[in-house]
């Protein structure tokens, strides 16, 4: 027996009789059993083409095994009747129940006994089943059947009705098929037939001779959403439209009758609304005429064809499309705005056998291609010309033209099946506009002209040829930098491209490529970059001029950036904005696309800079060094390193700070996080100011020393004011008998003065080269009239600084004041005063512990 035990198996019941007429009845119970039955005849596929039969010897009988739960029933026999009552066959989460019997003489089955049985099929997989019969659809589901059956096997009865629920067929998800089936005169009918999905619905109703295999059919589909199947919405194409059809038909395999009208309304492809078409297909004797008509603004399709319904079914089409706009369906190949239509006018022809299309001849002539993008326009030259022949296209002519002799031209063979082998050869002279038409955030310009050979098969293509590359010019919009005056040439060996000779130009500077690139197993890369005395205006505001000897390896997945980067010049203009950058720096990175190639691109690049380094802004003039490493990834950079401050002055608020000394560590592998180690001094009327910043700019802690010593509040006081805390809360009179502002007042003032010097700074020190100017009514002390006074101060040298002070209420009171540092600890002072009087002062600075 076809079955392969696991579980138990028990029988009990009676028998009676003789031995040539025994009767059995009683009930059969078996769990856990495989059962191993032969495939069906029909061959596997993997459409509703049947593979035809050759006289090749048959394989070896094919067998299907499938697991059960468990079967029982009440079985009956004898030489008159055999009988199943209460029959359930379980396997997971399918069941089918039984219940029947089938009349016997003596003892045996024909084709002429009589039948009554009932079948009932609750949750059984499709897939399962097409197994047992030996087909391969792509079809799943679950298949529900409730049938009665009578008769004889030569004039079998009966009726009932099939559901297929949770299903997919050829990739389109199926809500439900639901049809009433009846069994009468060998002829199996279809009626009420349901389909129900995302589509639409499909209506109608079919039949089946079970001997003269004759069919018929009549169905209905409307409401078919196009924007809904998958094969017209693609990453490249995107279609809506509603689709509505009638199909009618009747005959046998050999000899069909088929009559079907099509009409597909509001055909919009990638946002662009084109019209309507109607298609129709009409049977007349054993030949089928397909006809097709568009009715659209921006093309006029027709397609008229016959196919003999005999045999392999041979058959013609022709196809005309004349002034058809491809902008729509270009949108989704090209990342950027078509400015000009890409018109084509076509004829395609196909002949051969509709049964076998791999032996279909096809041609096609392009009498008219032309486009205008980014302002080249492009036209053909000459009928486009493309056979394919046993699978075999050729491209017989293909040349294209341009303004100013530009030009492509294409010719070859490429085999569609087998070894797909390719014998092409490109030549031309095109302009690099053409990269703008691939990306949107790309700029280029400047020609390129190239010969080139691509043998091969299609998946390992080999190439042959040399690029040249003249004034060309590429920039990407995000990128700081771009190139110009690229010129070189880039030479194709089979699987190979190498970097013969590339120079370009960039932020004013000199650069190298070479290099090359490889495409045998995926892309892979080993392009060096030699840059000397280039500029990068990066981050805005910030300009530094670097030397860079830099690789990229690696492929397409994983690919590294290594190298070294010598600073030479840093500067930063006033529009920088160093708040800004360090609260821009707090907030947490953002979440680059998962799916950007940056995402795979590392960083191992060394930056250093020139010995002492000097960098100037307009608020200051440090000298230092840099020595860190960048390391992380495009879209996460990290630094490692120190930046190391020697000396320098800063101008903040109007007082200068001397930098003594100060340290920008970045010891986070994980993201840019700097701790700084800076003390910076200044001298404000008779104090040595000390501040010390330490730490990470999150957590940044400030530290306040003076000489003589102060409290931090007065520091802070006299930084900001002028003054100390007691000296703005002392209430006494002033020698002009006028009183002293309050603390209120005189930080009104100073926010007041800290405007107005920001915007007269700004622009004097433009017009005029000067270092600072200061409106504050407390300039000059305390102790002078507390008018609104202007202080103009140029510093000439390292050494010397000239300060002119008037009042604004009075013109004759002007101070005129130099200040000369002989060193750090020793100045002179030489002042006139508002009244005419010269005086000198010596200023010696000596610490003591």
């Known amino acids: 027996m076809p079955v392969e035990l696991a579980g138990t198996a028990s029988f009990d019941g009676t028998a009676s009789g003789s031995l040539k007429a025994l009767s059995v009845a009683g009930y059969l119970e078996v769990r856990d059993f495989t059962t191993v039955l032969p495939r069906g005849t029909a061959p596997p596929q993997a459409g509703p083409t049947r593979v035809a039969q050759t006289t090749a010897p048959a394989a070896p009988a094919q067998t299907v095994r499938m697991h059960w739960d468990l079967l029982s029933a009440d079985v009956a026999y004898s030489p008159q009747q055999a009988s199943v009552r209460n029959g359930v066959l379980r396997r997971a989460g399918a069941q089918i129940d039984v219940d029947g019997a089938v009349q016997l003489r003596k003892g045996k089955y024909n084709q002429f006994s009589p039948i009554d ?27 529900d059947v409730n049938l009665r059956v009578s008769g004889t096997q030569a004039d079998p009865r009966g009726n009932g009705r099939i559901a297929l629920t949770n299903a997919t067929a050829y990739g389109q998800p199926i809500r439900s098929l639901t049809t009433d089936i009846s069994l009468q005169n060998r002829e199996a009918q279809l009626r009420n037939i349901l389909l129900s999905s995302d589509l639409g619905q499909v209506t109608g109703a079919a039949a089946y001779n079970l001997g003269s295999e004759a069919f018929r059919f009549d169905l209905h589909g409307g409401g078919i959403q196009l924007a809904k199947v998958p094969q017209a919405n693609r990453p490249n194409l995107r279609a809506t439209g509603v689709l509505t059809f009638d199909a009618s038909g009747s005959g046998t395999a050999d000899a069909p009758v088929v009559n079907a009208n099509l009409r597909l309304r509001d055909l919009t492809v990638n946002g662009k609304t084109l019209g309507d078409l109607d298609a129709e297909a009409v049977t007349k004797g054993s030949e089928l005429r397909l006809t097709a008509r568009s009715n659209m603004q921006d093309a006029n399709l027709h397609l008229d064809g016959t196919v003999s319904l005999r045999g392999q079914m041979p058959g013609q089409a022709v196809l005309t499309l ?166 070189g040439s880039l030479v194709f060996t089979e699987n190979r491209l190498e970097v013969r000779t590339l120079n370009a130009r960039t932020g004013g500077g000199d650069i190298a490529l070479g290099g090359f690139v490889t495409f045998d197993r995926g892309v892979a890369f080993h392009i060096t970059a030699k840059g000397r005395d280039i500029r990068v205006r990066y981050p805005e505001g910030m300009s530094s001029t670097a030397n860079a000897d830099l690789l990229l390896s690696g492929t397409m997945k994983n690919a590294l950036l290594s190298g070294e980067v010598t600073v030479t010049r840093f500067a930063m203009n006033s529009q920088f904005d160093l708040s800004l950058y360090l609260a821009r720096s707090k907030q947490p990175p953002t979440t680059p696309k998962p799916d950007s190639l940056l995402n795979n691109v590392n960083f191992d690049i060394h930056v250093s800079s020139t010995p002492e380094l000097r960098v100037q802004t307009s608020l200051a003039k440090i000298s230092g060094n840099v020595d860190i490493r960048v390391r992380g990834t495009a879209t996460r950079p990290a630094i490692l390193g120190r930046v190391s401050i020697v000396e320098g002055d800063m101008l903040f608020n109007g007082t200068k700070y001397h930098l003594e000394r100060g340290d920008v560590i970045f010891t986070n592998p994980v993201r840019i996080a700097p701790i700084l180690n800076i003390e910076a001094s200044a001298r404000v009327r008779d104090y040595d100011i000390t501040l010390g910043f330490h730490g990470p700019v999150d957590k940044l802690s400030t530290n306040y020393r003076s000489d003589p010593p102060l409290p931090s509040g007065d520091i802070i006081a006299l930084l900001a004011l002028g003054r100390t805390r007691e000296e703005a809360a002392n209430p006494a009179m002033m020698a002009n008998g006028q009183p002293q502002q309050t603390f209120t007042e005189s930080a009104s003032n100073a926010l007041l003065g800290q405007a107005l010097n920001a915007t007269v700074s700004s622009r004097v020190q433009k017009i005029f080269g000067i270092s600072r100017v200061k409106i504050d009514p407390q300039v000059g002390g ?46 002179i002072i030489a002042v006139r005063d508002q009244n005419g009087i010269v005086g000198f002062d010596v200023r010696l600075r000596q610490r003591k512990k």
């Open 117 to 143: 049985a009932r079948l009932r099929v609750i949750g059984a997989d499709v897939a399962e089943l097409q197994s047992i019969a030996g087909y391969n659809y792509p079809v799943t589901g679950r298949l």
């Open 322 to 487: 004349s002034s058809a706009d491809l902008n729509p369906l270009l949108k989704g190949f090209v990342r950027t705005d078509l400015t000009g239509k890409t018109a084509i006018s076509a004829r395609v022809e196909a002949s051969g056998p509709m049964k076998n299309p791999k032996a279909m001849r096809v041609e096609a002539v392009v009498d008219r291609l032309s486009t205008d993008t980014q302002g080249v326009f492009v036209q053909n030259q000459g009928p486009i010309r493309v056979r394919v022949v046993d699978q075999v296209a050729t491209i017989e002519q293909f040349r294209m033209a341009g303004e100013g002799n530009r030009f492509l031209t294409v010719g070859g063979t490429v085999e569609l099946a087998g070894a797909r082998r390719l014998n092409l050869k490109a030549g031309g002279d095109i302009h690099l506009k053409i990269l703008q038409t691939f990306n949107p955030n790309i700029m280029s310009g400047g020609f390129t002209d190239f010969d080139l050979v691509v043998g091969g098969t299609i998946p390992k293509p080999a190439v042959e040829g040399q690029i040249n590359i003249r004034d060309g010019a590429v920039a990407l919009i995000d990128l700081p930098n771009g190139l110009s005056n690229v010129n």
């Open 782 to 827: 305390p102790e002078n009239n507390a008018n609104a006074r202007m202080t103009v101060e140029q510093q000439i040298s390292n050494k010397i600084t000239l300060t002119y002070i008037t009042n604004l209420t009075q013109s004759a009171q002007q101070i005129i004041q130099v200040e000369y540092n002989v060193n750090r600890n020793l100045s």
